[in-house]
């Protein structure tokens, strides 16, 4: 199995290539921000043929080139039917306020136009995608967006890890996404950390929107956010 990522845009999200390795196709998770020119570099450099964008969640440091990509190299856009109006609008997910204090923050002028990428699918809880040898299965988890959801896809590599999981800004190495924004739900969040984190195994390898790597038991041993589910 070939990962890597590197992180894209200003507010430095991360942005994964999947694959079963060089030569092959591959799946692109959340390309934010400025990513474009990383990707091609990426693609480039291991030979790969992008087949798939998975989108963690709506939030424009996530998708922000899911459209390039699409077009670029003809492959589909996954995201969840609730987050799936922000891929032609992204700004609708932050306030007004919160949009002006971000283009003065990152020197925009102005928004881009975004479009629907012509083939977007629907991320439901329990999909199965199928990505050139690769599957990676949906867990819907609202909180941080209504349509946040992670993937996991089987490891095969030599260290003792079951899965990995692209959790975006659902969890983080010690902390979980914020429920303040348009959307977001802390009690939402609770039940799906709860539901959806707890019973996962310990050494699922968990992959985070931003940030450093984590795992599974490590975030039940350390994170507080679980912890007090726990006790």
Same mark, same amino acid.
């Given at each position: 199995m070939l990962l890597t990522s590197f992180p894209a845009g200003p507010l430095q999200a991360n942005c994964y290539f999947v694959s079963r390795g060089p030569g092959t196709g591959c799946a692109i998770v959340d390309p934010g921000m400025d990513a474009m020119d990383g990707i091609r570099t990426v693609v480039a450099e291991h030979n790969l043929r992008p087949s798939a964008v998975l989108v963690t969640h709506g939030h424009f440091d996530h998708m922000w080139c899911a459209q390039d990509v699409a077009a670029e190299y003809g492959c589909p856009v996954w995201i969840h039917p609730a987050d799936r109006h922000l891929l032609a609008d992204p700004m609708a997910a932050i306030s007004n306020e919160s949009a002006a204090m971000l283009r003065s923050q990152l020197g925009m002028t102005d928004v881009p136009d975004f479009t629907e990428p012509a083939d977007v699918r629907d991320a439901v809880d329990g999909a199965r995608i199928e990505v050139d040898g690769?599957?990676?299965?949906?867990?819907?988890?609202?909180?941080?967006?209504?349509?946040?959801?992670?993937? #996991?896809?089987?490891?095969?590599?030599?260290?003792?890890?079951?899965?990995?999981?692209?959790?975006?800004?659902?969890?983080?190495?010690?902390?979980?996404?914020?429920?303040?924004?348009?959307?977001?739900?802390?009690?939402?969040?609770?039940?799906?950390?709860?539901? #959806?984190?707890?019973?996962?195994?310990?050494?699922?390898?968990?992959?985070?929107?931003?940030?450093?790597?984590?795992?599974?038991? #490590?975030? #039940?041993?350390?994170?507080?956010?679980?912890?007090?589910?726990?006790?």
């Open positions: 690769l599957t990676f299965l949906v867990d819907h988890v609202p909180g941080h967006t209504p349509g946040t959801v992670f993937y #996991r896809v089987d490891y095969d590599g030599p260290e003792d890890v079951s899965q990995v999981m692209f959790s975006g800004d659902f969890l983080f190495a010690g902390s979980i996404g914020r429920t303040d924004l348009t959307g977001g739900s802390h009690p939402q969040m609770q039940d799906s950390l709860r539901d #959806r984190v707890l019973p996962l195994d310990d050494d699922i390898v968990v992959l985070p929107g931003h940030g450093g790597q984590t795992s599974i038991g #490590r975030e #039940r041993a350390t994170n507080p956010f679980l912890a007090e589910l726990i006790a």
